[in-house]
């Protein structure tokens, strides 16, 4: 069997190449948001819920939605839960809102343990 003898070029070329793909593959297995409704940072009639699209399927245990309003204070008492036919989607039923700002929190577990984390708001005429 006949060895190849890279050059240090090379060699330096293959090494930046596998850490690169090692990296690409690790920042695909975190889960995140693709889109929301309400979408961040629109004014809108109130909305029955908020919906936030992810990357990866969500580990249900471990992901959540929190609705604050202005003040800070939960503005919404119920449960988040992750969308029974595709796990991507989470759902966070609301009250009547009033008009203001709300700030939306979330956690989002993939179902491979990666966490991410995120926040945005929108606005209620």
């Given at each position: 069997?006949?060895?190849?003898?890279?050059?240090?070029?090379?060699?330096l070329s293959s090494a930046f190449g596998a850490a690169a793909l090692m990296l690409a593959s690790t920042?695909?297995?975190?889960?995140?948001?693709?889109?929301?409704?309400?979408?961040?940072?629109?004014?809108?009639?109130?909305?029955?819920?908020?919906?936030?699209?992810?990357?990866?399927?969500?580990e249900p245990a471990f992901s959540k939605i929190v609705l604050d309003d202005a003040k800070g204070k939960t503005a919404a008492p119920a449960a988040s839960q992750v969308d029974k036919q595709d796990a991507r989607v989470m759902h966070l039923p609301l009250p009547q809102l009033g008009a203001g700002r709300y700030a939306v929190?979330?956690?989002?577990?993939?179902?491979?343990?990666?966490?991410?984390?995120?926040?945005?708001?929108f606005t209620v005429k």
């Open positions: 069997m006949k060895l190849i003898n890279l050059s240090r070029p090379a060699r920042a695909f297995a975190h889960a995140h948001l693709v889109s929301s409704e309400p979408a961040a940072n629109t004014e809108v009639a109130a909305p029955a819920e908020v919906t936030i699209h992810f990357t990866e399927p969500l929190h979330w956690i989002a577990v993939a179902t491979d343990g990666h966490r991410t984390q995120g926040d945005f708001a």
